[in-house]
């Protein structure tokens, strides 16, 4: 079921990028192309080729991130490289005002790959000390099967989910990211794999 309340965007892509929320915050894709989902249904899922694809989410008044919010995704990947599902910063480096969801990663401080998680997700910073959710060991998700993910923050609660267990949580009540598109597959680390 996909809940309708304070709903800002739905993307089932059924062979397309438009967004079923009826609020026409249609999502641009650059290069990608679709698949099967997690039932079997052909061309809808979104799948990324992990070198040039990418897909921009333009939602004004959903960056920057501000009171509660939850994204849910669906994602499968056979990739063990560290890639960026979703992002909202201004440079491949920023860490200042950013937020970033990975596989196979850690602070972009951390140089040591033995020391990554299996799902990074940092704001506002490095990830390096403070502003982070991590979990698992390196390479945990990319065994090319469907996993499910959830971000939420519920007042200055930030939770992370993963195929219905609460992995992690912390607190942060202020601004997350800048005033700019969401995307998914950004560089430096594009996200090879099928998203849905």
């Keep these: 079921q996909i809940p309708t309340d304070a709903l800002v965007a739905f993307y ?3 062979n397309n990028t438009l967004d079923s929320s009826g609020l026409s915050n249609d999502a641009n894709a650059g290069g990608c192309s679709f698949a099967e989902d997690r039932f079997g249904n052909e ?3 979104l799948l990324l080729n992990g070198i040039s694809d990418s897909l921009i989410i333009p939602i004004d008044d959903f960056t920057p991130l501000t009171g509660d919010f939850t994204f849910s995704f669906w994602l499968k990947t056979s990739s063990p ?16 005002n950013n937020f970033e969801i990975q596989l196979n990663g850690n602070s972009i401080l951390q140089t040591i790959p033995e020391l990554y998680y299996a799902s990074f997700i940092y704001w506002n910073g490095s990830g390096w000390v403070d502003n982070r959710l991590a979990e698992g060991g390196p390479g945990q998700y990319h065994n090319g099967q469907w996993h ?8 200055d609660t930030i939770q992370f989910w ?3 267990v609460l ?9 997350i990211g800048d005033a700019i598109d969401l995307v998914v597959g950004s560089l430096p680390h594009r996200f090879n794999g099928t998203i849905d």
Excluded: C, L, Q
Aim: charged share 20%; net charge negative; glycine share 2%.
């Design 148 to 155: 499910h993910f959830v971000v939420k923050r519920n007042s």
């Design 12 to 14: 089932p892509f059924n």
């Design 162 to 164: 993963h195929d219905r």
């Design 43 to 45: 061309n809808t899922a």
């Design 81 to 96: 490289e560290t890639m960026n599902i979703f992002s909202i910063k201004e440079a491949a480096f920023d860490t200042i």
């Design 167 to 175: 992995y992690h949580e912390t607190y942060y009540w202020g601004t």
